[in-house]
């Protein structure tokens, strides 16, 4: 048993490498600054700069010239669980201890990305790209009584992917193209003041995506685009009350993504569009190991999200954005204080500024508004020959302000 509980914060560890509690589960829009600004709304068809085939690689087909762009999302979580008891019951008795209110779980994180997309002709371009769709930090406090489902959990992801598109007429634009996925993290756990868990896991997956463009003309334009997403193999090496295991094998499922967007230019200086962003996080329903087959079930919901936005072009220099989305919270029935979930309410703006014909400077800001979640949280754990129940209740809440700076430059 002992061995299963620390395979199963293993898999924690493993799924939050992979992770970022900043929209539905623990997926992270931060692929660029210009879409931050309009809360990713009409992502997957608006070619303004070259991080649009993060979204859809058929908008490089939008592009006559090379583009490549580079910037950074700092993501500033504010996670708090309040009003908690922790319990510590042997053979069924209960002890509740009342904890103390904690904040600033969440800690803060830089995520970087760079974006390339070269026409080859006027029929096809390629396009390269290193970003991040999962990763995340969360700290609590040495002194945190529930130590056992607190703790420190420090991982990252990056995705590198590779596209191509095609056009096949005035109206229809192809792209597809393939990912790369690395997730590397951290994880501590403590219990009863004794260090419990060292975990350092990583692992590799393969992914693919398509997509497609409609233009009505140069004023109006729909996009849509699929992402498969790979199931990770992680392996960890990690120490547990001075025991090892290592190269035990975690199968990771990540879900698969589909978005469809659109675009209007109703006037000169102002355009609308919007996205809906269908995430399958009904696929994340167990995490298995090669050695002890199930050892987690989350059992989340497929989960929504829905984002209108507008672009105002103030004059040549100047272009402001603005957007609003509304997020689905992926957690159902299964709730955890590690991985705090609830729907979302984003609130976004931007700014572009243009240098020259050749180069914009983009800002983007957004908060990130959750909701409060009642949790209840059970684990069992032998630290003896006689069985404990650990468990805590709750109430958790997370929110974040994400900013953004990104320069792009076309040739």
Not at 110 to 116: E, G, H, M, S
Not at 282 to 293: C, I, N, P, R
Not at 322 to 351: E, T
Request: cysteine-free; aromatic content about 12%; overall charge negative.
């Amino acid at each position: 048993m002992m061995k299963n509980f620390n395979k199963t914060l293993l898999a924690i560890a493993v799924t939050l490498a992979s992770s970022q509690a900043m929209a539905a589960g623990f997926q992270l829009n931060s692929q660029s600054a210009t879409g931050l600004g309009r809360a990713f709304a009409g992502d997957a068809v608006i070619a303004d700069n070259a991080s649009a085939m993060a979204r859809n690689p058929a908008a490089m087909a939008l592009f006559d010239t090379t583009s490549i762009s580079v910037g950074m999302t700092y993501i500033n979580t504010d996670v708090t669980l309040s009003d908690a008891q922790y319990s510590l019951a042997p053979m069924g008795s209960s002890n509740p201890q009342a904890i103390p209110d904690v904040s600033d779980i969440g800690g803060a994180s830089l995520v970087p990305n760079i974006f390339i997309v070269h026409p080859l002709n006027d029929k096809w371009a390629v396009g390269f790209g290193t970003y991040s769709n999962f990763g995340t930090t969360t700290e609590y406090p040495d002194d945190f009584a529930a130590e056992l489902f607190g703790g420190t959990t420090k991982v990252r992801s990056v995705n590198i992917q590779a596209s191509v598109s095609y056009r096949i007429n005035e109206q229809f634009s192809l792209g597809a193209g393939i990912d790369v996925i690395k997730g590397s993290g951290n994880l501590q756990r403590e219990f009863m003041g004794n260090t419990i868990l060292d975990v350092d896991a990583e692992g590799y997956g393969i992914g693919w995506h398509v997509g497609a463009i409609y233009e009505v003309n140069e004023n109006h334009r729909f996009g849509l685009s699929y992402r498969y997403s790979p199931t990770i193999k992680a392996e960890g090496d990690f120490q547990y009350l001075g025991q090892s295991a290592a190269d035990d094998t975690l199968h990771l499922p990540l879900p698969a993504m589909a978005e469809f967007s659109g675009f209007h230019q109703l006037t000169n200086q102002f355009a609308l569009h919007y996205s809906a962003q269908f995430i399958q996080w009904s696929a994340f329903e167990t995490l298995d190991t090669d050695e002890f087959g199930t050892i987690k079930e989350y059992n989340w919901r497929d989960t929504w999200h829905l984002s209108l936005g507008g672009t105002y072009t103030i004059n040549d220099t100047w272009t402001a954005r603005a957007g609003y989305m509304y997020d689905m919270g992926a957690i159902d029935q299964i709730k955890s204080i590690a991985i705090p979930d609830s729907d979302r309410q984003w609130f976004s703006a931007g700014l572009t500024y243009s240098l020259n014909k050749h180069s914009d400077i983009d800002l983007g800001i957004t908060y990130l508004m959750g909701e409060d979640v009642n949790v209840t949280e059970t684990q069992y754990l032998p630290p003896s020959d006689m069985p404990f129940v650990a468990q805590i209740n709750g109430t958790t809440r997370a929110n974040a302000w994400l900013y953004g700076i990104q320069y792009s430059y076309k040739f």
